[in-house]
């Protein structure tokens, strides 16, 4: 992935989901990785306050290989950053807009999707380089302010609601309507624990819940 030109390829992504695997352990990584493959997703993302995440994040990136692209979430700090590059994530994703997390991300030519949740720092984390903006928690990121960012925030920018999405048509639809990108999915796809017969289970939901509300 270029990220330069992040929005030319999520546009064309048949299923524009990132799955959040928050408490994740290297013991499932890989049958989660294939799993989620299986159901069309291709962006996955291990927060660091997994267990052993980077170990995880390593996993994933040689079972996904040039299928998809790996990172990680709730990253805080530069230091961070190039633990996550050395592990081969491609992904570096927050849920703050820290200018020197997402300037020091694109140095190492990976993608930066830094939280935002006002417009001022949206546009920090335009100026800082950010590849997309995670709106969050989109809980309090309603459709309604959604299409408020979308007037002013630059159509080459993606924007993806995390927060509270359920594999509803409707709900993603109000999101897509209102200039949202796609979304990011945590709670209700995975949850630290459970089987993986039902993480199949949730993200077959959420791909059939895409499809309608694409159609």
Same mark, same amino acid.
């Given at each position: ?20 695997? /928050?408490?994740?352990? !290297? ?67 927050? !849920? ?103 993480? /199949? ?15």
């Amino acid at each position: 992935m270029n990220p330069e030109n992040f929005i030319s390829q999520w546009q064309q992504e048949p299923l524009p989901l990132v799955a959040i695997l /928050r408490g994740i352990t !290297p013991k499932d990584a890989r049958e989660a990785a294939e799993i989620l493959l299986d159901c069309g997703f291709r962006y996955l993302e291990v927060p660091l306050n997994s267990p052993s995440p980077l170990e995880s994040i390593a996993l994933m990136r040689k079972t996904v290989g040039e299928r998809g692209y790996v990172g990680a979430g709730t990253v805080l700090t530069v230091e961070q950053v190039d633990a996550v590059a050395e592990c081969g994530g491609q992904l570096i994703i927050s !849920p703050n807009c820290c200018p020197d997390v997402i300037r020091h991300t694109r140095q190492l030519g990976l993608v930066s999707l830094p939280g935002i949740m006002t417009p001022s720092e949206a546009f920090s984390a335009i100026a800082a380089g950010a590849s997309a903006l995670k709106l969050f928690p989109a809980e309090q990121i309603t459709p309604a302010i959604t299409k408020a960012f979308r007037a002013v925030v630059p159509r080459e920018i993606a924007m993806l609601p995390v927060g509270g999405i359920q594999p509803d048509a409707a709900q993603m639809r109000s999101y897509i309507q209102a200039g949202a990108n796609g979304f990011g999915l945590g709670g209700g796809l995975y949850q630290a624990g459970m089987s993986m017969i039902l993480l /199949r289970e949730r993200a077959q939901a959420y791909q059939r819940a895409w499809h309608e509300c694409a159609e």
